[in-house]
């Protein structure tokens, strides 16, 4: 799991870079960044669908798919007011999460 960590972080860093803005720093700052790619997944499904690029059923599961990965940063919060390096974990697989939902909203440009 670490090594997904350290790839999300780096994947992160060279977004960061290249639109000059700071990368995350802290676990808030990453909790932050990977819920504006959530409501971006679902920002992109609606635009892609007034485009007929994807179905309804698309929209539906891109927004029920960002919806649970939103959900998963709340329970990544509340594990790591316990157990920091286990609600880091679970940031990071949320992240991952997201990415792929990202990837597959491009592949469908």
Same mark, same amino acid.
């Given at each position: 799991?670490? *090594?997904?960590? @350290?790839?999300?972080?780096?994947?992160? @860093?060279?977004?960061?870079?290249?639109?000059?803005?700071? &990368?995350?720093?802290?676990?808030?700052? *990453?909790?932050?960044?990977?819920?504006? /790619?959530?409501?971006?997944?679902?920002?992109?499904? *609606?635009? @892609?669908?007034?485009?007929?690029?994807?179905?309804?059923?698309?929209? /539906?599961? /891109?927004?029920?798919? &960002?919806?649970?990965?939103?959900?998963?940063?709340?329970?990544?919060?509340?594990?790591?007011?316990?157990?920091?390096?286990?609600?880091?974990?679970?940031?990071? &697989?949320?992240?991952?999460?997201?990415?792929?939902?990202?990837?597959?909203?491009?592949?469908?440009?």
């Amino acid at each position: 799991m670490k *090594r997904n960590y @350290l790839y999300v972080a780096l994947m992160l @860093l060279a977004a960061c870079a290249a639109l000059n803005v700071p &990368a995350p720093q802290n676990f808030k700052e *990453r909790e932050a960044a990977a819920l504006i /790619t959530a409501t971006g997944a679902i920002s992109t499904g *609606r635009l @892609l669908y007034a485009a007929n690029k994807i179905t309804a059923d698309d929209l /539906t599961n /891109t927004i029920k798919q &960002a919806d649970i990965f939103m959900e998963a940063l709340n329970v990544a919060e509340a594990i790591h007011a316990v157990d920091p390096a286990q609600g880091d974990a679970k940031l990071a &697989a949320a992240v991952i999460g997201l990415n792929a939902l990202n990837a597959y909203l491009a592949t469908r440009k």
